[in-house]
């Protein structure tokens, strides 16, 4: 019903910025929220940042805080990532999701029914 397509991960130094994008497609009239969830090798999945759809409220991880900033098109129904001062802990790969019915809060993957399919970042020291 929702088509995510993510875009703008790549390589970058230690201390730099990069910016990712997420375009949304189909039934986009049925998202209450966008969000951001990444992966590192050998680890869960963890929540990164999010943004509501209805009002426009950020949330945001405490190892994220800060540095990076989520944003939104209403328009286009695209939601970006802005990272700054990236470190080599930041580097996974980067998934944006959305979020239909709001069961779970949305620092919970759970909560999210629609997921692109993920831009590797790579952060380097």
């Known amino acids: 019903q929702v088509m995510l397509v993510e875009s703008g991960g790549g390589l970058v130094q230690a201390g730099g910025s990069l910016r990712l994008s997420c375009a949304a497609s189909?039934?986009?009239?049925?998202?209450?929220?966008m969000g951001w969830l990444r992966q590192a090798p050998g680890k869960e999945r963890e929540f990164v940042a999010a943004?509501?759809?209805?009002?426009?409220?950020?949330y945001y991880s405490d190892s994220v805080k800060g540095r990076f900033t989520i944003s939104r098109d209403n328009v286009k129904t695209t939601t970006y990532l802005q990272m700054n001062s990236l470190k080599p802990e930041d580097t996974a790969v980067y998934y944006c999701?959305?979020?239909?019915?709001?069961?779970?809060?949305?620092?919970?993957?759970?909560?999210?029914?629609?997921w692109g399919q993920g831009t590797q970042v790579t952060v380097s020291s």
């Open positions: 999701a959305a979020d239909r019915d709001s069961y779970y809060e949305l620092i919970n993957p759970f909560t999210y029914e629609y």
């Open positions: 189909g039934r986009t009239f049925s998202i209450y929220a």
């Open positions: 943004i509501s759809w209805r009002d426009g409220m950020t």
